[in-house]
């Protein structure tokens, strides 16, 4: 353990803006995209319905329901 | 039973639903370990003092930034040479996690060379080509985006993909071909790492995570967009109850 202290920790021996800057903004961007994947599948009722199109279903009884 | 059956989205989507969970909790478990090791563990850098734990996040999302367009370009061929529709919404769903792991890796890059270079941002090869990368991800988005029909919409941007390929390359040698204030290839196949064994461990670990990440959430995506794109599906209709 290199640390003897939380505010030592914080500090990062002076370049604490640099390093918190990048883990801060990763965490940010990880924590974004993921909202924004969710916030997408929740709209999904909202598109507009198409018609009917079964061209390409499967006769099998979808994995889903079983 | 041939692995080409997962090609149909309508088997797909489940098998996808099933994997998120676990690379996703690989993720995290990855992620607690690297931080862990990376912030806590790891020696002092004697040259940079504690700004080299910018590595950490900064090498993973750089070479995950080059990963995923090489797998996005390769989805984008795929579904360009068989006309597969899954393919082509695998390339979609890369394109996201591409561009804000090169957006992470610019600014972790640009946090990094303060400190170190006296500057957050130099025109040289290795940050010009990985700027490019950034405007390559845009510009497949934007493109398919733009153009109403999906499949010729996955068509076009799958050729843009595909000559932006020649950049990943650049990329990766800038810092041999040019001089440039990017240091070198702190890892390699050929030669001994240059670098502390806690240190490697720590940015390795930290790079699996951001596999494993890149993996979950790009998968989650390509769900969505398979619900998007069949919605005149039975089962997608059934599935979200607007049969």
């Known amino acids: ?62 994995l889903h329901e079983a | 039973m041939s692995w080409t059956r997962f090609a149909a989205p309508q088997r797909f989507y489940p098998l996808a639903g099933r994997a998120v969970p676990w690379f996703a909790g690989l993720a995290l478990l990855l992620g607690v370990a690297g931080l862990y090791i990376g912030l806590l563990l790891a020696p002092t850098d004697h040259q940079q003092g504690e700004a080299y734990r910018i590595i950490f996040v900064h090498v993973p999302a750089a070479w995950m930034s080059m990963v995923i367009y090489v797998a996005m370009a390769f989805w984008a061929a795929v579904g360009l040479m068989f006309n597969t529709r899954l393919a082509s919404m695998l390339a979609v769903a890369l394109a996201p996690t591409g561009a804000w792991m090169t957006f992470l890796a610019l600014w972790t890059g640009a946090l990094w060379g303060k400190p170190t270079w006296g500057t957050w941002w130099v025109w040289d090869a290795r940050l010009t080509s990985e700027l490019i990368l ?89 769900r969505v967009i398979i619900l998007e794109r069949e919605r005149g599906a039975r089962w997608v209709r059934q599935l979200l109850g607007t049969a």
Request: aromatic content about 12%.
């Open chain 2, 134 to 222: 950034l405007f390559l991800y845009i510009g497949f988005m934007s493109l398919h985006a733009s153009i109403d029909d999906e499949r010729r919409a996955d068509r076009a941007a799958a050729v843009l993909a595909l000559v932006g390929v020649v950049n990943v390359p650049i990329i990766y040698f800038s810092v041999k071909w040019w001089n440039t204030l990017h240091q070198g290839a702190s890892v390699s196949l050929t030669k001994a790492p240059s670098m502390a064994t806690t240190m490697l461990w720590g940015m390795l670990i930290m790079a699996l995570a951001f596999w494993m990440y890149s993996i979950a959430v790009a998968l989650a995506r390509t």
């Open chain 1, 1 to 62: 353990m290199n640390w003897s202290s939380l505010g030592e920790f914080l500090a990062m021996g002076g370049y604490g803006l640099y390093v918190w800057g990048s883990f801060g903004m990763c965490a940010l961007v990880l924590a974004v995209e993921c909202w924004g994947v969710a916030q997408r599948r929740r709209s999904l009722r909202e598109l507009p319905l198409d018609d009917l199109d079964d061209r390409n279903d499967l006769k099998e009884r979808p």
